[in-house]
C-alpha cells in the first residue's frame, strides 16, 4: 500500500482519534482566529482614524527639556530663538505637504460688527472695541484652503506679490462679510491701538483718553471665504469657539502682519522701555505661529527627528493629532489589543502543549505499526512524512473551519467590549472630539466619535489576516508535532516486535 493510501485508511481506522485531534485543534483555532482578527481590525482602525484626520504638528517650547535642567543647575533656562528661517528649512522636509509661518495680533473696531452664533451681536472686547484677529499668511498656498477647512466663494486668494510685500489686501469669511455688508472690492478699517497702563485696571478703562498710541489701516476685501463644515462634536457650546473664530478670523499677507506688529511693540517700548515686549529674544524677532502639514501620519516620527536636528536648544515639535486626537479612543483599542495578544500567546501555547500531548499518546498506541513499518524496510522519513501529513490534513480541515468561527465570534464579543469601553470614556471625559487643533485655528471638522471608530472597525477576513491566521496555526502544529516526531526516530523495531 502506498503512503497516500495508507494515510487514509489509517485516519479511517482511527477514527475516533481523529475526531478528537481535530475538535481539539478547531476549538484552538477559533481561539487563534479571533484573537488576529481582532488584532488585524484595530491595526486596520487606528491606520483610518490616523488617516481621517490631518498629520500635523508645530514647533513650540520644549517644557519636559527645561524643566529637567531647572532641577539639574536651580536655573530655569532661556530658549534659543527659533527663526523663520529655520521655520522654512523644516518646511522645505520631504515629509511636508505644506505649512504656514503666521504673525498675528488683534485689531480693534467701533464700526465693524463680530458675527456671533447666537444672532446678537458679540460683546466688545475693549470698551466699545470689538476685537479682530489678523492671521498672517506665510504663502500663495493657504494652508486652510488646502486642507479643506474654508474655501473661497467669491474674488480670490492672495497672489505670489501680495505674500512677499506690504499689502493691505484680506480675505474675510461669508459670516462677517454679511453681518458687515462687505463684498469683494469693499474697503473696512481696523485699528491698532496701544494702551496706557492705566486702561488695564478694569473694562471700563478701555477709553480714548487711556489711549498711548493708535494707527488705522484700511484693508481692501479681495476674496470671501465659507466654513466647509458646520460642526465638530454635535455639541453646540463646544463647537461655538473654534467654528465663531474661523468666521471671525482676517487673513492678511505675513509682511502687512509684521508692519502691524512691529508698530504695536515699538510703542510699547516707548511706553515701558524696561518691560516685557513681544519679542522673543533681544534681536526683535517678531512672533509668529507655525503650522507643519505632513503627507502621511506615519512620516510624524520621521519628521520629527529630522526638525530636531534643525531646531535650536530647548525646541521641540508637537503632534497635535496624536496628543489630543487619540487620548480617549486609544485606551480603549489597546485593551482589546492587549486582550487579543493574551489569547493569542495562551492559544499558541495550548495549541503547542495539547497538540503535542495527544500526538505522543497516538504515536505510542500505534508504535508497533510503525515498528512493523520500519521492520519491513520502510524508512523512517517516509513514516514521519506519513505522521506529519496525518496530522496537516487533520489540522487543516479544523483550521479553515475555525478561521471563520472564529472571525464571527470574535467580532461580535470585541465589538460589543469596543462599544462599553468608549461608552465609558466618553462618559469620563464628555466628548471624542478632536481637541488641540482648535486652539491653533486648525479645525478639520472630523469626528471621532464612538460610532465614528466602531464604523471603521471591521473585522471583514482580508488576504493577510487569513495568511497571517495559517502561517502561525500551521507553524505552531509543526512545532507541537515535532517531540512525536523525535520518538519516531529514536524508534528501535526489533525491541518493538520481541
Known amino acids: 500500500?502506498?503512503?497516500?493510501?495508507?494515510?487514509?485508511?489509517?485516519?479511517?481506522?482511527?477514527?475516533?482519534?481523529?475526531?478528537?485531534?481535530?475538535?481539539?485543534?478547531?476549538?484552538?483555532?477559533?481561539?487563534?482566529?479571533?484573537?488576529?482578527?481582532?488584532?488585524?481590525?484595530?491595526?486596520?482602525?487606528?491606520?483610518?482614524?490616523?488617516?481621517?484626520?490631518?498629520?500635523?504638528?508645530?514647533?513650540?517650547?520644549?517644557?519636559?527639556?527645561?524643566?529637567?535642567?531647572?532641577?539639574?543647575?536651580?536655573?530655569?533656562?532661556?530658549?534659543?530663538?527659533?527663526?523663520?528661517?529655520?521655520?522654512?528649512?523644516?518646511?522645505?522636509?520631504?515629509?511636508?505637504?505644506?505649512?504656514?509661518?503666521?504673525?498675528?495680533?488683534?485689531?480693534?473696531?467701533e464700526d465693524i460688527q463680530r458675527f456671533a452664533f447666537d444672532g446678537n451681536s458679540?460683546?466688545?472686547?475693549?470698551?466699545?472695541?470689538?476685537?479682530f484677529s489678523i492671521h498672517g499668511v506665510y504663502s500663495t498656498n493657504l494652508v486652510d484652503i488646502e486642507e479643506?477647512?474654508?474655501?473661497?466663494?467669491?474674488?480670490?486668494?492672495?497672489?505670489?506679490?501680495?505674500?512677499?510685500?506690504?499689502?493691505?489686501?484680506?480675505?474675510?469669511?461669508?459670516?462677517?462679510?454679511?453681518?458687515?455688508?462687505l463684498s469683494v472690492g469693499s474697503v473696512f478699517t481696523l485699528e491698532s491701538i496701544v494702551w496706557k497702563d492705566a486702561a488695564w485696571q478694569s473694562t471700563g478703562s478701555f477709553t480714548e483718553q487711556n489711549i498711548f498710541a493708535r494707527q488705522s489701516y484700511n484693508f481692501e476685501v479681495v476674496g470671501i471665504f465659507k466654513r466647509l463644515f458646520d460642526s465638530i462634536t454635535g455639541d453646540a457650546g463646544f463647537d461655538s469657539w473654534p467654528l465663531e473664530e474661523i468666521d471671525n478670523r482676517i487673513y492678511v499677507p505675513n509682511p502687512t502682519a509684521m508692519a502691524i506688529q512691529s508698530f504695536y511693540v515699538e510703542n510699547q517700548r516707548r511706553q515701558n522701555p524696561d518691560g516685557v515686549l513681544f519679542y522673543h529674544d533681544e534681536q526683535g524677532e517678531l512672533m509668529f505661529s507655525n503650522i507643519y502639514v505632513l503627507y502621511d501620519f506615519q512620516d510624524m516620527e520621521n519628521f520629527a527627528a529630522a526638525a530636531q536636528n534643525i531646531l535650536p536648544e530647548f525646541n521641540t515639535v508637537t503632534n497635535l493629532t496624536d496628543t489630543e486626537t487619540f487620548q480617549i479612543v486609544a485606551p480603549a483599542m489597546e485593551t482589546l489589543n492587549w486582550l487579543a495578544g493574551v489569547v493569542l500567546v495562551a492559544s499558541i501555547a495550548a495549541v503547542v502543549l495539547i497538540v503535542t500531548l495527544l500526538l505522543a499518546l497516538i504515536v505510542r498506541d500505534r508504535k508497533y505499526e510503525m515498528g512493523t513499518l520500519l521492520a519491513l524496510g520502510e524508512r523512517k522519513s517516509k513514516v514521519i512524512a506519513q505522521m506529519t501529513v496525518e496530522v496537516l490534513s487533520i489540522a487543516l480541515i479544523a483550521l479553515t473551519f475555525s478561521l471563520f468561527a472564529g472571525n464571527a465570534l470574535a467580532s461580535n464579543m470585541s465589538e460589543d467590549m469596543l462599544r462599553r469601553d468608549l461608552a465609558a470614556a466618553q462618559e469620563t471625559d464628555g466628548s471624542l472630539s478632536i481637541g488641540a487643533l482648535e486652539s491653533w485655528g486648525f479645525v478639520s471638522g472630523e469626528d471621532i466619535s464612538a460610532e465614528a471608530v466602531l464604523a471603521g472597525y471591521d473585522m471583514s477576513l482580508d488576504a493577510i489576516t487569513i495568511v497571517t491566521f495559517f502561517v502561525i496555526s500551521v507553524s505552531t502544529i509543526i512545532v507541537a508535532t515535532a517531540i512525536p516526531i523525535l520518538y519516531i526516530v529514536r524508534l528501535n523495531p526489533k525491541e518493538i516486535l520481541m
Open 1 to 109: 500500500m502506498n503512503v497516500p493510501k495508507r494515510i487514509v485508511a489509517n485516519l479511517t481506522r482511527n477514527f475516533g482519534r481523529t475526531i478528537v485531534l481535530l475538535a481539539i485543534v478547531f476549538v484552538l483555532g477559533v481561539l487563534v482566529s479571533g484573537a488576529i482578527s481582532v488584532r488585524q481590525a484595530i491595526q486596520a482602525t487606528e491606520n483610518n482614524l490616523k488617516a481621517s484626520v490631518p498629520a500635523v504638528a508645530v514647533v513650540g517650547a520644549d517644557f519636559e527639556a527645561m524643566e529637567a535642567y531647572e532641577e539639574l543647575t536651580g536655573r530655569w533656562p532661556v530658549p534659543e530663538l527659533f527663526t523663520l528661517e529655520q521655520a522654512k528649512e523644516i518646511g522645505a522636509l520631504p515629509y511636508v505637504k505644506n505649512y504656514d509661518l503666521s504673525i498675528s495680533k488683534l485689531l480693534l473696531s
Open 122 to 131: 458679540a460683546d466688545a472686547g475693549f470698551g466699545t472695541w470689538n476685537t
Open 148 to 181: 479643506g477647512i474654508v474655501e473661497i466663494t467669491s474674488g480670490r486668494t492672495f497672489n505670489a506679490d501680495e505674500v512677499s510685500n506690504l499689502s493691505y489686501t484680506a480675505l474675510v469669511s461669508q459670516s462677517l462679510a454679511d453681518e458687515n455688508n
